[in-house]
C-alpha cells in the first residue's frame, strides 16, 4: 500500500506517519520512488489497513501561458502509459467514462482545455466520501 510522504515542498510536505496497523512486515521505495508498506499474511482474510498521519499542504500553482502551444501527447510514451492507463480505480478504459469525457470535451482538441473541462466536471460533480459505487 502506498504512504504519504514529502513531495519535493510542491503541495504536500511535512508528513508526519504517526501509525499503521497493523505493523507492516516491510517499507521500501518501489521503482518510481514511491514509499510502499508491504505485509505477508499466512491465511487469506478481509483485513482492517491503517495509515494515520499528519500533513502540512501547501498550494501548487501551475500556469501555462501559452494555452495554444500544448500539442498532442505522445501517447506511446513511457510516462503517458504509466500515469493514463487503467487501474481499479481509474477505469479509463470503461465505456460509460469514455462517453462522457468526449460528451464533455465536446469539439475541444487542445489537450490542456480538455483537462480544464474535464477538471471542471469533476469538481461540479462528483461527491467525495463513500467508495461503494465504484465500477469493479
Do not use: C
Not at 469514455?98 to 460533480?125: C, M, T
Not at 461527491?127 to 461503494?132: A, F, K, L, N
Amino acid at each position: 500500500m502506498p504512504i504519504p510522504r514529502n513531495w519535493n515542498g510542491d503541495g504536500m510536505r511535512s508528513v508526519n506517519i504517526i501509525d499503521i496497523y497493523p505493523e507492516p512486515t516491510s517499507i521500501y521505495f518501489d521503482n518510481d520512488e514511491t514509499l510502499i508498506a508491504y505485509w505477508v499474511f499466512n491465511e487469506s482474510a478481509e483485513r482492517e489497513f491503517i495509515v494515520i498521519f499528519e500533513v502540512e499542504l501547501s498550494k501548487y500553482d501551475h500556469q501555462i501561458y501559452d494555452i495554444d502551444s500544448v500539442g498532442k501527447y505522445d501517447t506511446d510514451s513511457v510516462l503517458y502509459v504509466n500515469y493514463t492507463s487503467p487501474t481499479l480505480a481509474v477505469q479509463s478504459n470503461h465505456s460509460d467514462i469514455i462517453n462522457l469525457a468526449n460528451q464533455i470535451i465536446g469539439e475541444e482538441r487542445n489537450p490542456y482545455r480538455q483537462a480544464k473541462k474535464i477538471h471542471a466536471w469533476v469538481s461540479d460533480n462528483i461527491e467525495y466520501g463513500d467508495s461503494t459505487n465504484i465500477l469493479y
